[in-house]
């Protein structure tokens, strides 16, 4: 897009920027945004026309856009100051214009205004110029020679000295501005080999300071790592500066850069070598007094220009990552798996005040308040307090209990565990979470809070706010203030403008693709959804309560303010749901040329957009449907049949010129037609029943526990003592956590005096040893993606004759199979079909998973036992192609006879009671997937290495999800680059007939970090 101030544009200065992106992408891009597209409008539905891009490098973009606009505004504003300046001198300025539009940051931008006399920060170069001071200074940068000081002296320059320092200003200024001198600096902060010398600023001087124990003094105890840290500016890690320079506001550090000392003679020789050019030589004299101003330039500007570039530019990257790091976790909080339909009761815990609590509806209204004391539960009044609360828990049949995580949590959790074993809830079975309160005070007190729970008293709005979060936490903190969310890393030092620019990019993200009912939703977070803002929701909510609900999407249309542009932004995002219409409804005003707007539109319950709507048309009624035939399951299932069928889907996209990535992204919705929640594949709460302690810590405990905060430097793990343990990014090895995700961790060092827990990843989670437990236990902590441990107690082969091998038939040695599990067998194998086309004869593996997961020798069914998962899958590599086998044989074979005739399983999974499960899992057992054939002569054969762990026979399998909005989801966070996924979607593994089956070798993917399930953002 051509640029109105500027000679780039901003397609060139993107594709400068982000490296990741092609020059055709950046453009595209450009284009999108200069139409004013919201970042979820291109992310869901122009990502056919940018070729694919991640939400993360979109949000880059779009700030890297706001960028290039603001320079392009600077720029026009020095130009057009240059140029009244400079009026009849259009020679003069031609050269600083263009320098101008050439510049790419905002630096530049104030470097050539400095040049031109538009701007300056060297105001003693200005008064230099006024009393006359040029002349002399160019003189002697002309000639070399030195003047009379005598002949300047003035009332602003008095003595000699003084005129002196004048004219060094100038000639630094002048040769400061040169391209030489400029070039030269840029180069010198390349090298980034600047030492930084960080020390503790003396307090002992404020006795009332030293003497006391307030919070302050403590505080320094935070900066002791950098009492005595020296390192060079390239090794210094960004949360290290922002350290540093929050020690520095505090008074508790100061630093100081040394910079070489080769820089300084490197300068004043180029500032010499430029005087010399042209001239006659000149005495020593003189060379000796320009050395010395030469000098003086260095250590008045060069030093100081570097100094602060050097801490400037780290700085800068530094909140750079600090910004991107808070948008990861607030995005991962935004989309914690919510507790939908039960009843929650909020504690804000407290000791003098007492605890209060609140309990909640499962749609979030407030049912009663109340406090209990942390006190001597024998205590009469106490045990009335108590008694009032489990009657209402028992009433409301509330099981649920989310505790904030402040003051007191760790007493209250403790009394609710010890209320629990003794059965006091009874006959509920109550189980509890904790839950952060940051912000939840300034919340209870705000104008949102008295919006909010109008009438209430503010000090249990905190609990209720609580409760909420686990309800529906993207409802919840979108009420919050971003810098007390208590996420990511110094996010309190980063400006409120910034900070609050991504704060609102993450919401308009996170609530766009999650959805919103627009006949029920709130204002708040109706005003995040894309294309509209505070007033446009507001007007919404105005005409929902003044004509009653809305039937369809083209209703928003008859709002002022809501025109095209911003209907075509908003509605693929708004979901309303035909079956909570009321018939009932009051049209109101609503003239009769108006009706057309009252039709119900079955479509307008998904993400698909109404420009795609006349696809959809074609496509039902090439099926011989409707849209309304869409609230009926069996009309989906057909949708859905027909798109499985690869043949059939690709002749119709032939025969109506509509691309392939349309069709499946309609199929996708019209398959999770009702229940396209993207958060029910992300992290849920977790809830316990007992606590632990600090004091029962001890070196060596494994435990499990919840991360609470993600940081560049590492993770912080709440294990349930009311202190976040420290989780090493050394430890974590590059996998990706995120918020809320539970993990396997063992205490490493704990630190008393100063209340701190310093963790690893346990080596359980790591494969050194089988993690032996109890079913009861993996009935607790056995969430999606929980490591568990088997031993390949046997392989086997069974022929599958042009048909599936079912593994559960041919692995229950002759436990007869019942009618329901027969006629399931018998669906999977004909969904199998419809999947993956006809089959070769092939032979197909079972591996059977022993342990605390299942009987010996026998199947485990998890789905039945558990309830979590209708498989468990194996970690391997990527599948070889036949060719690449001996190529990439390092490493010994199996060599074991039990082995020898291990077949694989692929990475695609069959249909398990009509859903697909995941893509990017491995099917191992409870499936009922033996073996698959391929498509056409695509055949493969998967290589996994066998490591020493397995070869003494142990594996490690993990939960998978099984349905089909899970298995998409799936799909789209596989680790691997979308043409190796692509590539992926067409290999369907067989194990074929012959005299020697290919030896297989596992292979854990994850040799440094823990093996869980990491969800990532779904589109």
């Not at 939908?340 to 504690?347: A, F, H, P, R, Y």
Request: charged share 25%.
């Amino acid at each position: 897009m051509a640029t109105k101030n500027v000679n780039w544009t901003y397609g060139e200065f993107l594709s400068d920027n982000v490296p990741e992106l092609k020059a055709w992408q950046c453009q595209e891009l450009v284009k999108l945004m200069h139409e004013q597209n919201t970042l979820p409008f291109i992310a869901r539905y122009r990502q056919q026309k940018i070729g694919n891009v991640d939400v993360s490098v979109l949000r880059q973009c779009f700030m890297l856009y706001e960028k290039a606009k603001k320079i392009d505004k600077t720029v026009g504003s020095a130009v057009k100051s240059l140029q009244e300046k400079h009026k009849g001198d259009e020679v003069s300025s031609t050269s600083l214009i263009d320098e101008l539009k050439s510049a790419k940051s905002i630096e530049d931008v104030n470097l050539v205004k400095s040049k031109c006399g538009i701007y300056s920060k060297l105001t003693s170069y200005e008064r230099a110029i006024e009393a006359g001071l040029k002349k002399p200074a160019i003189f002697i940068m002309n000639s070399g020679k030195p003047v009379d000081l005598l002949k300047y002296i003035s009332s602003n320059f008095p003595n000699k000295l003084s005129v002196k320092e004048g004219i060094i200003d100038i000639i630094a200024k002048e040769i400061w501005m040169q391209d030489e001198t400029q070039n030269f600096i840029k180069e010198l902060l390349s090298q980034k080999d600047a030492n930084v010398q960080v020390e503790v600023k003396r307090v002992a001087k404020r006795r009332s300071v030293v003497n006391s124990k307030d919070a302050k003094m403590k505080n320094s105890e935070n900066f002791a790592a950098y009492f005595d840290f020296c390192k060079y500016l390239k090794a210094i890690k960004a949360h290290q500066i922002l350290a540093i320079n929050r020690g520095v506001s505090c008074a508790f550090l100061k630093k100081i850069i040394t910079l070489p000392l080769k820089w300084k003679s490197q300068f004043v020789t180029v500032c010499q070598e430029k005087l010399r050019k042209g001239k006659k030589a000149i005495s020593e004299i003189e060379r000796n007094a320009i050395e010395k101003c030469f000098n003086e330039i260095a250590d008045k500007y060069l030093c100081r220009c570097l100094w602060y570039s050097a801490l400037n530019n780290a700085t800068k990257v530094a909140e750079m990552e600090a910004l991107e790091c808070f948008s990861r976790n607030l995005k991962d909080m935004l989309l914690v798996k919510p507790l939908k339909g039960c009843s929650i009761l909020g504690i804000d815990p407290g000791f003098a005040a007492g605890c209060k609590y609140a309990m909640i509806s499962s749609t979030g209204d407030v049912i009663d308040t109340g406090k209990i004391f942390l006190r001597n539960p024998s205590q009469k009044e106490d045990q009335v307090l108590m008694k009032r609360l489990c009657d209402l828990m028992v009433q409301a049949k509330c099981e649920n209990i989310a505790i904030g995580n402040g003051t007191g949590s760790q007493q209250t959790q403790q009394l609710i565990s010890d209320l629990i074993k003794s059965n006091f809830f009874a006959p509920l079975s109550v189980k509890f979470c904790i839950v952060s309160e940051a912000g939840s005070s300034r919340y209870s007190i705000s104008k949102v809070g008295c919006d909010d729970l109008p009438g209430l008293d503010p000090i249990y709005r905190s609990a209720v706010s609580i409760a909420r979060r686990v309800l529906d936490p993207l409802s919840e903190y979108i009420k919050i203030d971003p810098k007390h969310v208590g996420i990511g890393m110094y996010q309190h030092d980063l400006a409120k403008t910034e900070l609050t620019a991504v704060r609102d990019s993450v919401f308009e993200e996170c609530v766009s693709f999650v959805g919103v009912n627009l006949n029920t939703c709130s204002s708040q977070l109706l005003q995040h959804v894309s294309g509209l803002g505070k007033q446009k929701a507001e007007a919404i909510i105005k005409h929902r309560a003044k004509l009653g609900q809305f039937r369809n999407r083209k209703q928003l249309l008859q709002i002022n303010g809501i025109g095209q542009h911003v209907y075509k932004m908003c509605c693929g995002f708004l979901r309303i749901y035909a079956a909570e219409l009321n018939e009932q409804r009051q049209i109101g005003t609503l003239k009769r040329k108006d009706s057309k707007y009252m039709d119900v539109d079955a479509l307008d319950a998904t993400s698909i957009h109404p420009e795609t709507y006349e696809i959809v048309d074609k496509l039902l009624n090439h099926l011989k449907l409707d849209r309304m035939d869409l609230l009926r399951s069996e009309a989906r299932d057909v949708v859905v049949r027909f798109g499985k069928n690869g043949e059939n889907l690709a002749k119709f996209s032939d025969n109506y010129h509509i691309d392939m990535d349309t069709l499946n992204f309609i199929i996708s919705n019209i398959e999770k037609y009702g229940n396209d929640d993207i958060r029910d594949d992300f992290n849920g709460w977790t809830f316990v029943e007992s606590v632990n302690t600090f004091d029962s810590l001890s070196i060596g405990s494994i435990l499990i526990g919840t991360v609470r905060n993600i940081a560049p430097f590492g993770a912080f793990v709440d294990i349930g003592v009311g202190v976040d343990g420290m989780l090493n990014s050394n430890a974590i090895g590059g996998i990706p956590l995120h918020i809320n995700q539970q993990i396997r961790v063992s205490v490493s060092k704990i630190d008393e005096e100063r209340n701190r827990i310093k963790q690893s990843v346990s080596q359980s989670v790591f494969g050194a040893k089988r993690f032996d437990t109890s079913v009861e236990t993996v009935q607790r902590v056995g969430f999606d993606g929980t490591a568990v441990w088997g031993r390949l107690n046997r392989s086997d082969e069974q022929p599958s004759d042009r048909r599936l091998t079912n593994v559960e038939q041919h692995s229950h040695d002759g436990v007869p199979l019942s009618e329901k599990s027969q006629h399931q067998q018998r669906e999977r194998q004909v969904a199998a079909r419809q999947v993956f086309g006809p089959f070769e004869h092939h032979f197909g593996a079972t591996l059977v998973v022993q342990s605390h997961l299942g009987q010996p020798d026998r199947l485990f069914p998890v789905a039945e036992r558990l309830q979590i998962a209708t498989s468990v899958h194996l970690l391997v590599d990527q599948a070889q192609k036949p060719d690449a086998v001996e190529q990439t044989s390092g490493g010994d074979p199996i060599g074991r006879d039990e082995l020898d005739r291990a077949a694989t399983v692929g990475r695609r999974m069959a249909v398990v009671g009509g859903q697909q499960a995941s893509l990017e899992t491995v099917f191992v057992v409870g499936v009922g997937v033996g073996g698959i054939g391929g498509f056409g002569q695509q055949q493969f054969h998967r290589r996994v290495r066998l490591t020493e762990q397995h070869q003494r026979g142990d594996v490690v399998a993990r939960l998978a999800p099984t349905s089909g909005a899970q298995a998409q989801a799936a799909a789209q966070r596989s680790p691997f680059d979308s043409s190796e996924l692509a590539r992926r979607e067409q290999i369907v593994e067989t194990v074929r007939q012959s005299d020697r089956l290919v030896r297989q070798r596992f292979e854990r993917v994850l040799d440094d970090g823990p093996e869980i399930h990491f969800p990532r953002f779904a589109q």
